[in-house]
């Protein structure tokens, strides 16, 4: 069974940073793309970061380009999200998410999400 | 990249169908188009992909479709359990991936 859980998320002051994980399981974690992907507090889902199974291609949202660094261990079967510089409007739930085939390295939906981690930032 | 448009909301009554429409230019180009459940509090749930199939375990009173720019997710023969939030979301060819909006379904 796919099993992906994050974990990282707090509440954080404004300028400050936080690095996420994800714990991958159930499946041959580097054969296959990874997102994460953020929820707002009354919001809809927002795409952040993409990242390859060899981690050749690595692709961000605009909202976060050259704050956030996407970036995977294969050997550790996670994914991370380092997060600097952080901004009110990054409070969100991040989610954890699987391509649904292995072998892409263009930004498709995915298959496989986890339950996400809620990251405050807040004075 | 624009967002895709949905409607906020949508209901229906036990048995009834309704469907849920997601609209955007991506739409048209590519058929990498995905629909998900989504329970607050728990993981989005895959129910459609490629704009009609559907994983194993979905109930197949979930179907997609698309036509031009819209596509849609209609579900058959409601059920108290279908009561959550909807997305739909593309693939874009820009190296990066939209969502919608949301929708939001309720079961009267």
């Known amino acids: 069974e796919v099993q992906l859980v994050e974990s990282g998320g707090g509440l954080v002051k404004p300028g400050g940073s936080l690095r996420l994980s994800c714990a991958a399981s159930?499946?041959?974690?580097?054969?296959?793309?990874m997102n994460w992907v953020r929820q707002a507090p009354g919001k809809g889902l927002e795409w952040v970061s993409y990242?390859?199974?060899?981690?050749?291609?690595?692709y961000y949202a605009d909202s976060v380009k050259g704050r956030f660094t996407i970036s995977r261990d294969n050997a550790k079967n996670s994914l991370y999200l380092q997060m600097n510089s952080l901004r009110a409007e990054d409070t969100a739930v991040y989610y954890c998410?699987?391509?649904?085939?292995?072998?892409?390295?263009?930004?498709?939906?995915?298959?496989?999400w986890g339950l996400g981690t809620l990251v405050t930032v807040s004075s | 990249q624009s967002a895709l448009t949905q409607p906020p909301s949508a209901s229906g009554s036990p048995g009834q169908s309704v469907s849920i429409s997601c609209t955007g230019t991506s739409i048209g180009t590519y058929n990498y188009v995905s629909w998900y459940q989504h329970h607050p509090g728990k993981a989005p749930k895959l129910m459609i992909s490629e704009v009609t199939k559907r994983p194993s375990g979905v109930p197949d009173r979930f179907s997609g479709s698309k036509s031009g720019n819209t596509a849609s997710l209609t579900v058959s023969g409601l059920q108290a359990e279908d009561e959550a939030d909807y997305y739909c979301s593309s693939y874009t060819g820009n190296k990066d991936l939209v969502f919608g909006g949301g929708t939001k379904l309720t079961v009267l």
């Open positions: 990242i390859s199974p060899t981690s050749s291609y690595i």
């Open positions: 998410a699987r391509d649904s085939d292995p072998g892409m390295v263009v930004v498709i939906p995915p298959g496989y």
């Open positions: 159930g499946f041959t974690f580097s054969l296959y793309g």
